[in-house]
């Protein structure tokens, strides 16, 4: 799964990114900050209760496949409808961007 960028409004619904098909609402957002050489790279998708562990195991596969390193992959609870709220002007909600309960280190490459 190719992470997106951390453009949320681009992000299109608040459904779950982690599994196509899926139509749950997210409540969780796993982001992705890495270096590749001195660039940050920067990636993040939502997720449902049932999809968050996939999302989280993809993603840190997906930075050890394209040589990321020094970087933290992060899981959040979410609003799950703050997304549209931002969307149309409101208030986005008490966890804008999200409450992050877990962080894991990104494996350095051999």
């Keep these: 799964m190719p992470p997106v960028s951390f453009d949320a409004l681009s992000a299109g619904s608040g459904g ?7 139509t ?10 890495a270096f590749i050489d001195a660039r940050l790279v ?9 999809h968050i562990g996939e999302l989280v195991r993809d993603l840190r ?7 990321l390193a020094d970087g933290t992959v992060t899981a959040l ?3 799950p409808a703050a997304e549209f709220r931002l969307a149309t002007g ?4 008490p966890l804008w961007p999200g409450f992050a309960f877990s962080a894991l280190p990104l494996e350095a490459r051999m």
């Design 77 to 79: 609870a979410i609003d």
């Design 90 to 93: 409101d208030s986005p909600g």
């Design 61 to 67: 596969a997906w930075a050890r496949d394209n040589g």
């Design 16 to 22: 779950c990114h982690a599994v196509a098909g899926c």
């Design 24 to 33: 749950a609402h997210s409540c969780f957002q796993v982001q992705l900050e």
């Design 42 to 50: 920067g990636h993040w998708a939502n997720a449902c209760a049932a």
